[in-house]
């Protein structure tokens, strides 16, 4: 991990930095002693650790993973939105006014942005597209299965 933190060193790219960032993607409530017992560290090693990682931006946060379907939402959606930059500029500005999005994200290509989105039933899925589609041109995929995978990608050597 080349990210330099704040005093601009390099943050080491060392098995047990790796060990922390992924103890801590699975299980952001671990505490410091039983994530220093798991890397073999004292704990004020690993808070050091830790902290220069929050500090590089490489642990940008910790959050609570929330199943909507327990708050009724059962259905996952994708939306793809296709549009000109002005409705580009538009859509960031009022992401705020819809809350059955999960995460946004502008892409390269001919799609504009790929929208996960949360939502209770068929009606509201089509309700929320249509509320897309003043920004642009839309399209949709319905989510059948979510396939567990590691909390992050493999690293490449």
């Known amino acids: 991990m080349k990210s330099p933190n704040g005093d601009g060193t390099a943050i080491p790219a060392d098995e047990t930095t790796r060990q922390i960032v992924r103890l801590l993607a699975a299980d952001g409530r671990i505490s410091f002693s039983e994530l220093a017992r798991q890397v073999n560290l004292s704990v004020p090693a690993l808070i050091a650790r830790v902290r220069k990682l929050e500090a590089a931006g490489v642990i940008r946060g910790y959050h609570a993973d929330v199943d909507p379907a327990a708050l009724g939402l059962p259905i996952m959606m994708y939306a793809l939105i296709t549009c000109t930059r002005s ?7 009022d992401l705020g006014r819809f809350p059955e999005i999960v995460d946004c994200h502008l892409i390269l290509g001919d799609v504009s942005f790929v929208i996960r989105a949360a939502v209770a039933s068929v009606e509201h899925a089509h309700e929320f597209l249509e509320r897309l589609g003043v920004y642009g041109e839309t399209r949709s995929l319905t ?8 909390d992050l990608p493999a690293r490449a050597d």
């Not at 989510?143 to 590691?150: E, I, R």
Request: net charge positive.
């Open 87 to 93: 409705g580009e500029r538009r859509l960031r500005k």
């Open 143 to 150: 989510v059948l299965d979510a396939l567990p995978l590691p």
